[in-house]
């Protein structure tokens, strides 16, 4: 017998965690976290620890395959490619090249090459109908960094913060939401050192029970709630002067905005007591490095722009950015992140620069082209109509909003292609589905995950950490799969068009555009190394360099030097701006509607969405783990609600919004708000399968409208605190 062990990244999400595999015989049998890596200390989740059996799940498909007189057959991927690139090309001369849309999906973002050659294939065939789960996820961050602008010096980082804002997130479950790689360990420590934290969620969550102060407010409240918190942090005098006058614009128009918003009225409908909105501003204002992380839930809930932008008005008028003298240590391995200057860069536009949309005056922003309308791109006739759609690694039918409109765009389209190791909800209506490698079989590396931090404060690494991964695994035997930027390649070989990548290791857009390689078509396919030394062109450490040295395929801390931040240049033109005449206008619009619900007594529960630990959206569903820990897909309710309407925990319920009804079963579930229930979204079935409560759950997509109550920047519409009536199931 023999045994060995390998380190790997797993992609399952964008955590992208340092772990080890066990091999006995040349065979993958656990995986497992690494107590040595300098990032993640050990940390590993349940679907980390289930991916020597995800390569071989039974639903995982060997081949492509595609749809022929109804049936699917097993399909070689090259064959694929160059039928679907003979059809794209017809249907861009009839239609032109918008008639062709990409969707990028999770799966896309956490696999850069095939993120970067996806990319460079709309290029090539100039379309610009580029979509990403950016805008139904939380698309207020992009808009905020440009309404807004960026601390160019960044934020503090976890181990330096003495206080913590978490709304609408839960870091110890979604990873994501400001805690860092390891993010239990991070906040003991940090809990243990004397940070105080205060979350702000309808629901008791993992994070919520760590909590100092936990307002458990009712959903789709959260810009009044915080524009109440400015206000008494300005009134109370705990604001930063100095930095408000040299650093930010705005000051003014934001205390008259905010005047509205006092405890008496914000707590008359945010669930919460004046008591509570007036110690969580107390407490906040105490803090002297802090940060604000809001997530999806509040993204999702009505006014996600003006959450994200309130919260980090509130860093900027507490001053909690780094400042000139003080180091940063995160300089980056992969990625360029901003210059280590004290300074705002500036506010921008957040739209019109980019693609308009042909439907109900939505563009292109700095979140992307609004994926909350790319259904309706694709059913709306005329010049411009989207005729093919490629999916790379997302599901929508059971991600994107407003499912049974999702369901006839699907239908409509002439080409749908999925590249997904599954048989999704989607892949089931497409005509190829495109068969990848997978983790274990793919070269990677940590920059997806260091890329993020540039978004969110407590993203990404705290410091200089890297890792690089090899492929561990062969192919299954038998199996034909291909690795999909290959496939980009050759569409692109039978179109004679080449390939032009941009570098994906800056933030700024220019400086990737300007680290360019063209793959040439009428070359053989550039070898792995060569194609992520395109993908990472300037990075500070260079792909190559960091290969040689083999403890960065363990993961490791890259040898840099920390900057120290540099005082505003005195022509420095950046401020920040907090009071952007955009949303001041919401500030009033809100002040004048709060509390106003005319479907309220029709509709009188809230759905929100929340997080499994064992499922990521509409993966993993499969794993035996999380079958064994929650074999349904609940609606989880509170036990005084359930009492009211008659039902026992584990009875079937109907959930029914203006849109729609779906069928789930009930959990019984104390640490959700009162009159709200959270239901996991990625679950369900198509609007034309039978339902199926017990084993597929609902979809949550299905309650929601894609064109009502949406932003008018984004698209992105409610998706969470979505108003619904419960009732039992006979
Ligand atoms: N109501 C409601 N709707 C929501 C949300 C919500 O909270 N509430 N959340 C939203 C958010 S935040 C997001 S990000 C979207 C998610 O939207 P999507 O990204 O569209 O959906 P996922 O379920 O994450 O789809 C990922 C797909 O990638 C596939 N996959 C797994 N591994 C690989 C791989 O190695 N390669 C490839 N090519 N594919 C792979 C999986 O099988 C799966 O089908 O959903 C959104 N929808
Ligand atoms: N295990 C696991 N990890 C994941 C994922 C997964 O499916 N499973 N998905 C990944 C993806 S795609 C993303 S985008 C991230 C998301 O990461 P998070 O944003 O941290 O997502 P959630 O854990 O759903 O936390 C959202 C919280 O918002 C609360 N909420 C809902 N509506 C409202 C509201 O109106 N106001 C307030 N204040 N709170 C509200 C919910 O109760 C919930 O606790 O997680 C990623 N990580
Ligand atoms: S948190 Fe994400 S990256 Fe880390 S082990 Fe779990 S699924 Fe994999
Ligand atoms: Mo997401």
Known sequence: MSLEQKHVICRACHAQCGLIVDFKDGKPVATHGNKDNPAYAGFSCSKGRDLQNYHSYPSRLKHSLKKSSGEYVDYEWKTAAKEMAKKIELIISEHGPDSVALYIGTFGYNTFPSHAFALAFMKAIKSQMIFTSVTIDQPGKAITAALHGIWLAGGYRHKEWDGLLVMGSNPLVSMLGGVGANPAKNLHEAKKRGMKLIVIDPRVTETAKQADLHLQCNP???????????????????????????????????????????????????????????????????????????????????????????????????????????????????????????????????????KKLRVRDLEESTAGLPTGALADEILTPGKGQVKALLVLGGNPMLAWPDQIKTFKAMKKLELLA???????????????????????????????????????????????????????????????????????????????????????????????????????????????ISIWEAILKGSPVSYTEARKDLNSFKGKRFDREPDTIQKRPDDWPGYLNIGHPIMISKLKEIALTFGSSPIADAFPFRLISRRLKDALNSAWHESSSLKKRLPHHPAYINPSDMLQLGINDGDLVEITSERSSIKCKSYSASDVKVGCLAVPHGWGTNPDEEDDPINSGGNTGRLSFNDKNFDPITGIPIMSAIPVKLSKLN
């Not at 089931?428 to 990848?436: G, N, V």
Request: charged letters at 25%; glycine letters at 10%; a negative charge.
């Open 220 to 354: 789709g409240y959260d810009g009044e709630i915080l524009a109440c918190i400015i206000r008494t942090i300005i009134q109370e005098d705990y604001h930063d002067k100095d930095f408000i006058k040299k650093e930010t614009k705005g000051f003014s128009d934001l205390v008259k905005a905010v005047q509205p918003f006092t405890p008496k009225k914000v707590a008359e409908f945010a669930g919460v007591t004046e008591e509570e909105l007036v110690e969580a501003a107390r407490l906040y204002g105490s803090f002297k490095k802090a940060d604000i992380s809001l997530g999806t839930g509040p993204n999702m809930s009505g006014a996600g722009n003006l959450s994200e932008y309130l919260g980090k008005v509130i860093m900027s008028l507490m001053g909690h950015w780094r400042r000139e003298g003080e180091l940063k240590e995160n300089v980056g391995v992969f990625v360029n992140g901003f210059p280590p200057i004290a300074a705002g860069s500036g506010s921008t536009p957040a739209t019109g620069f980019g």
């Open 418 to 528: 999925c590249f997904d190791p599954r048989k999704t909800k989607t892949g089931i209506l497409s005509d190829y589905i495109i068969a990848p490698k997978i983790h274990y079989e793919r070269y990677s590396t940590s920059a997806p995950n260091e890329l993020l931090g540039n978004f969110g404060n407590g993203w990404g690494y705290e410091d200089t950490y890297g890792q690089i991964c090899d492929p561990i695994l062969d192919v299954p035997e038998g199996s034909n799969l291909c690795e999909e930027q290959e496939f980009f390649y050759e569409m692109a070989k039978e179109l004679g068009l080449n390939l032009t990548i941009n570098s994906m290791a800056f933030v700024d857009p220019n400086a990737a555009s300007q680290n360019q390689t063209i793959i040439k078509t009428d070359e053989p396919f550039p070898d792995p």
